[in-house]
Nanobody
């Protein structure tokens, strides 16, 4: 069964940094564009970053300049490095495969809480 497993979430102070990871159980990972979504309490899930098979990245305005998405095809893993975190970044972060820009397979999510 194909799976995406996120890890690395936790509690961080405002202004701090955190990196979350998403490991895929599929050897054809490198053929998929990947995305990181987040969902805060009471809000819709939003796409914050994506990375294509060739490494081209895109970011939402809310995280541009603070977050960096990257991938390691040898490890079937995609990362989201988050810097200058603020309380508005508190959410459950999910990784997903992207096909024609639409999410496909989802992971279970990892909680990121920004609080002093």
């Amino acid at each position: 069964q194909v799976q995406l497993v996120e890890s690395g979430g936790g509690l961080v102070q405002p202004g701090g940094s955190l990196t979350v990871s998403c490991a895929a159980s599929i050897s054809i990972f490198r053929f998929y564009a990947m995305g990181w979504y987040r969902q805060a309490p009471g809000k819709q899930r939003e796409l914050v970053a994506s990375i294509g098979t060739g490494g081209i990245t895109n970011y939402s305005d809310s995280v541009k300049g603070r977050f960096t998405i990257s991938r390691d095809n040898a490890k079937n893993t995609v990362y989201l490095q988050m810097n200058s975190l603020n309380v508005e970044d508190t959410a459950v972060y999910y990784c997903t495969t992207l096909v024609n820009g639409r999410p496909g397979l989802w992971g279970q999510g990892t909680q990121v809480t920004v609080s002093s």
